[in-house]
């Protein structure tokens, strides 16, 4: 099809959004990342049954985390499609961009270079 | 197992306000079990800390370690060679493995980053429910499996009381009156003369930490 999308969106593959974990979210952020959004299977359609569902539970979960820190929580964000919609793939990909450029950057982002142990 | 729920946020934040390396002691057991003070909420709480002092720019450096468990001293030694590089400990283990913790060492700040709740039964992922006191006077022999302490909002020991109204308790309908269900179970059992026994009050007075020892498990006299 090769549709255009926002270049500074770096898709991570996983497996199923199930495998998505609330940590792998929080890094992103923590690691000066400006948002991450999750793309599911929709829901009622995961080839493992709540993998998507699952998921969504944990990006509402991580939004609250990021608000109690300080930051905006609608950073990260959960959208659903179906393997076959690839014009929506790049529309999400294009509205996450505008809504992230909205918010602005991420006030993490002076401290990317320090680490975290745990 | 022993049930507990992380602290708020902003309480957790402010406890530690005054320092700057913080060692995070997570407990492998029954909160890692009920998923409130494991290795990966130590790693979401680790995280959250880290960004929020950030946000302040007020950073501090903290890191994370989670032994097996924190109410016993077996597996507390693994801490002995970190502590010294920190200013403060955080503890997600319940109140036991917190107390054991700080009194290992005790010229270091302990501070509680989880509330301990009950001793409970988990329903499902991430549900819990409570079921037991720790009375000190187990009476489920009497009452077929279903501790009234517990489970009645009284707590009473012998009942019901007048409160029970169709199978619910007084002080909510969708509270199941424990006496209600406990007669339904004995009496399935064939065993209603249970519900006869009286069970003396226990005593809740001038209680002091409670001690057991098992059984063989005795240290013998010095001579």
């Keep these: 099809m090769r549709l255009d999308y926002p270049v500074n969106v770096k898709i991570i593959r996983v497996p199923c959004t199930g495998k998505v974990d609330v940590m792998h979210l929080m890094r992103t952020i923590q690691m000066g990342a400006d948002g991450a959004y999750v793309v599911g299977c929709l829901e009622g359609s995961c080839h493992y049954k709540q993998g998507n569902l699952r998921a969504r539970e944990r990006v509402m979960h991580v939004q609250k985390l990021l608000e109690e820190v300080g930051l905006e929580g609608d950073r990260v964000r959960m959208y659903n499609l179906s393997s076959g919609e690839g014009p929506t793939f790049a529309a999400y990909a294009k509205e996450m961009t505008e809504h992230i450029k909205k918010l602005g950057p991420n006030p993490l982002k002076k401290w990317s270079t320090a680490t975290n142990k745990e | ?223």
């Design chain 2, 1 to 223: 197992m022993i049930v507990a729920q992380r602290k708020p946020f902003d309480e957790i934040k402010n406890l530690i306000k005054d320092y700057k390396k913080i060692l995070n002691v997570g407990c492998g057991t029954c909160v890692a079990v009920c998923l409130a003070g494991g290795e990966k909420e130590v790693a979401v709480l680790n995280a959250e800390l880290d960004m929020a002092r950030k946000l302040e720019d007020n950073p501090i450096e903290i890191d994370g370690f989670t032994v097996e468990r924190q109410c016993d001293r077996e597996y507390l030694e693994a801490l002995d060679s970190k502590v010294k590089d920190f200013d403060a400990l955080l503890s997600m283990a319940c109140g036991a493995g917190i107390q054991f913790l700080a009194e290992r060492y005790p010229d270091k700040p302990v501070f509680p980053a989880v509330d301990t709740t009950f001793i409970g039964v988990n329903q499902d992922v991430g549900w819990y429910e409570e079921r037991c006191r720790s009375c000190s006077s187990c009476v489920l022999g009497l009452t077929g499996g279903i501790c009234p302490v517990t489970m009645c909002a009284k707590g009473l020991y012998n009942g019901p009381c007048g409160g029970t109204n169709q199978g619910s308790c007084e002080i909510d309908k969708n509270q199941p009156c424990a006496w209600f269900m406990i007669y339904e179970r004995l009496s399935a059992q064939n065993r209603l003369d249970c519900i006869l026994e009286i069970t003396p009050p226990s005593d809740w007075q001038n209680q002091v930490p409670r001690t057991v020892i098992q059984p063989g498990y005795k240290k013998p006299e010095k001579v």
